[in-house]
């Protein structure tokens, strides 16, 4: 069971894009999870369109279907594997169809996945994209492929991602990979390996490049984006026997925004995901200096009480936490921020539980994710916590901070009424297509009658009502 109280939802979506003149070979990729994982499949499609592959939408005449999978809780692993049955039988009525699983259940269960999906013909982890041309070569000879070797430096700062499926208004830049949070119910460390940063040059290329492709508004994407280092790439090193040529010419994550909000100052930025412990002060700086930073912040926190949070090994009390919060909130006043909580994780209380309810009181955030604790294999807490609260308690518990978090998101919603605030149109409604919706600097959704707006523009609009999730308002102009 799980919820979230965004209106984003990408699972499962089959990604599209131009077909590349000569190539005659079609590709199905579909991705599950993280926002990583969308951008990671736009990589793989830009690796294969070299090979000849153009992506198609009708999973029954491609040549290859790609599931780029999520690990970080059991659903998302049953979900991946209800699509094989789907595949499996698509590919009775055309058997020369070959099938790939990649990102982090690849990488977890490695070549284990060749025996259990027997429909599986390539297991590719997260970082071996690149080997994509040699295993198709040795599937196409006949042999099982499995490449899930991690990488100790970043994989992909050299290849240009194809935008698949996008609005032409939108896009995913990532800037780092992997995390060395060892936070105790997380996979991630496991399926995406150590912290690497990429040459901020190279991010500052690709920006332009979407820049003059028309694109309006970019997210920088990371595991952890506050721990963004880059000395010349690989993993971080250790700074008090580094020389000080190293440090003078090192980038952290606050100079890479500045130098992104710089470079383009007509382009809204994004960032995600954040992590508490690693979020500086001059972050919230550069973000007050540039207009065109979104004033919003995700910033999980996973429980309200310090003692489960020392149990997860999260680096930072519930204290800690709410200073942070009260130094955003006093150096960007109407920052919006988000959550992911956890409900029923092993030996929580209903104590520990009123400290997340006392928590989300304090912070009363604009929207969040939240679900209950799934147990995965390998992780710390598998192998030394007991799952010990029934799922009839995480059930109720996770009810509780869904409904306060329905009404905190009205409160917030409600702050908007009557204020003019600047909309990127990203696509038509979903409940009229009459009308249009996108996003707030503050990540809001609002939907407003069309009128000779088009998708890409970014107006203001003057909010006349809402729900606890969406504004509703009317256009009043283009934003200067």
């Known amino acids: 069971m799980e919820e979230k109280i965004i209106d984003e939802n990408k699972q499962g979506e089959a990604l599209i894009l ?5 190539n005659d070979r079609k590709l199905f990729i579909e991705s599950y999870g993280c926002q990583m994982n969308f951008s990671d499949s736009e990589i793989v499609a830009s690796i294969l369109a070299k090979q000849g592959y153009n992506t198609t939408n009708i999973l029954e005449e491609a040549d290859l279907v790609l599931v780029n999978t999520c690990s970080i ?16 039988a698509v590919k009775k009525i055309n058997p020369g169809m070959k099938v790939g699983v990649l990102g982090c259940m690849a990488e977890r269960l490695k070549s284990k996945f060749l025996e259990e999906e027997k429909i599986v013909d390539m297991v590719v982890g997260p970082d071996a994209y690149k080997d994509l041309p040699n295993l198709l070569q040795e599937v196409e000879e006949g042999r099982d492929a499995v490449n899930v070797i991690l990488s100790k430096d970043e994989t992909y700062g050299d290849i240009a991602p194809v935008r698949l499926g996008g609005n032409g208004v939108t896009a ?80 952290n994550f606050a100079q890479l925004l500045d130098m992104v909000a710089t470079a383009q100052p007509g382009m809204r930025i994004r960032f995600s995901t954040s992590n508490p412990q690693d979020m500086t002060e ?29 149990e997860m090994n999260r680096q930072h009390t519930r204290e800690e936490y709410m200073q942070l919060i009260d130094k955003i ?20 209380t209903e104590e520990d539980h009123q400290d997340t309810l006392s ?33 009839e308690v995480k059930k109720r518990r996770l009810t509780d901070i869904i409904n306060l978090q329905r009404k905190h998101s009205a409160y917030r919603t409600k702050q908007f009424l009557g204020r003019t605030l600047e909309v990127l149109i990203e696509k038509e409604s979903k409940k009229s297509d009459q009308h249009w919706s996108g996003r707030t600097q503050y990540n809001t959704v609002a939907v407003f009658p069309k009128g000779e707006y088009k998708v890409g ?15 509703i308002g009317e256009a009043v102009g283009y934003s200067e």
């Not at 109407?334 to 030996?347: E, K, N, V």
């Not at 107006?459 to 729900?467: H, Y």
């Open 18 to 22: 131009d077909a590349k003149e000569g």
């Open 73 to 88: 809780r059991e659903k998302a692993e049953q979900t991946v594997r209800k699509r094989l049955e789907k595949y499996n």
């Open 172 to 251: 995913f830049v990532s800037i780092t990979r992997g995390c060395d949070n060892m936070c105790t119910f997380c996979v991630v460390p496991f399926t995406r390996g150590r912290e690497r940063s990429r040459d901020p040059q190279s991010i500052l290329e690709e920006v332009n490049d979407l820049a003059e492709k028309g694109y309006k508004e970019i997210t920088l994407l990371g595991q952890n984006v506050d721990s963004y280092l880059w000395y010349g790439g690989g993993l971080k090193k250790d700074f008090k026997n580094a020389s000080e040529i190293q440090k003078a010419t090192a980038t």
């Open 282 to 310: 001059d972050v919230l700086h550069s973000m007050a200096k540039h207009k065109n930073i979104c004033n919003y912040i995700h910033l999980p926190v996973q429980s309200g009480s310090t003692r489960i949070l020392k």
């Open 329 to 348: 909130w006093e150096i960007i006043p109407d920052c919006a921020i988000s959550q992911d909580l956890i409900a029923g994780f092993p030996t929580e």
């Open 359 to 391: 928590l989300m009181e304090y912070v009363k955030y604009d929207f969040g994710f939240m679900f209950v604790y799934s147990e995965r294999p390998g992780t710390l807490a598998e192998r030394k916590l007991e799952d010990d609260v029934p799922m």
């Open 457 to 471: 523009d970014l107006v203001m609009v003057k909010v006349e009502d809402c729900t606890s999730a969406t504004l």
